[in-house]
């Protein structure tokens, strides 16, 4: 395996969508890259995105202390993904997104190997807030910023890119249903591309960034209704979007996410009942690691266009 002259070791929890693309970067960058996960024999498909020996699976639980340190011991840069968006059983907004990070900041104030921890928040995080989701994401940001030195903490808006939850969902939605209901539907976003998140974790490391937020969002701000109309054109499909009541909303959710993978929570319509999801100008943004954002428009019609009534032949 080639490495380059200043390859790191790093060390990645949580490799979903985001993680998965964030692995690829770095790989081309020569890094060795070590992924914690609870089934590696289900995550096989990473190794194929590195050369052979570069990237290594590792089976623990995120609970487990002397694992996860022992995970730490030859890592230079730690990068924490895990979240979720609805609770089950022990993974609960509390456990996942704000013990997990202490954990974490925990060993690496013990072990100082570790040069940078690289942790992923989201966009629209604030305090007192009737969402566990954003309270506990806030919580986390808090505590990181005040128990190390080395963090940097990402906070990303609504991310797209092949294999998405978010287009790739309201997609399927629309293939199937000819009204879709949408709540919030004048919150505002602003996507960012996958991609554009992995040459940002890229820079970060490069440069050696400490101490910092980044809010990564897109070129562009859009509603929620914005968001849905541009994927029913790219589908060519002529859907009826129906605004719904947050209260309305709350109703339908109190038994949608009673659903092993529910499309809707409670705590989903407090976190659109929040507000804006974009950018505050109050952190650095893309422009200040030298990345342009791609806009939607130039990247959701290579992926969606299997969702239009005769597939990617539809003009």
Known sequence: ?????????????????IGENIIKKLAKKGHKIKVATRNPYLKQNLKLLGEMGQIELIKLSIF?????SKFL??????INLVG??????????????????????????????VEQFIHFSSLGVKDNTDSKYIQTKFDAENLIKNKIQNYVILKPSVVFGPDDNFFNTFAKLAKIFPVLP?????????????????????????????????????PKQYT???LIG?????????????????????????????AP???????????????????????????????????????????????????????
């Open 230 to 258: 541009i994927m029913l054109k790219e589908i060519r499909r002529s859907n009826m979007i129906l605004p719904m009541p947050y209260s309305l909303s709350k109703f339908q959710a109190f038994f949608l996410q009673l």
């Open 1 to 17: 395996m080639l490495q380059e002259f200043n390859s790191k070791t790093v060390g990645i929890f949580g490799a979903g969508f």
């Open 73 to 78: 011991e030859d890592v230079d840069v730690c």
């Open 84 to 113: 979720i968006l609805y609770e089950k059983s022990e993974n609960s907004f509390e456990n996942i997104h704000y013990k997990f990070p202490e954990l974490l900041t925990s060993i690496i104030n013990e072990k100082k190997n």
């Open 224 to 226: 929620l209704e914005d």
């Open 64 to 68: 487990d202390r002397d694992k996860v």
């Open 182 to 218: 949408i709540v919030g539907s004048k919150v505002k976003f602003q996507p960012c591309y996958v991609g554009d998140i992995g040459d940002a974790v890229n820079a970060i490391i490069k440069n050696r960034i400490k101490k910092d937020f980044y809010e990564l969002g897109g």
């Open 261 to 315: 993978k529910p499309l809707l929570t409670i705590d989903q319509v407090k976190i659109l009942e929040s507000g804006d999801n974009i950018i505050t100008n109050n952190y650095k943004t893309f422009v200040d690691l030298k990345i342009t954002p791609r806009s939607i428009e130039s990247i959701i019609p290579s992926y969606l266009k299997v969702y239009r009534p005769a597939g990617q032949f539809t003009k």
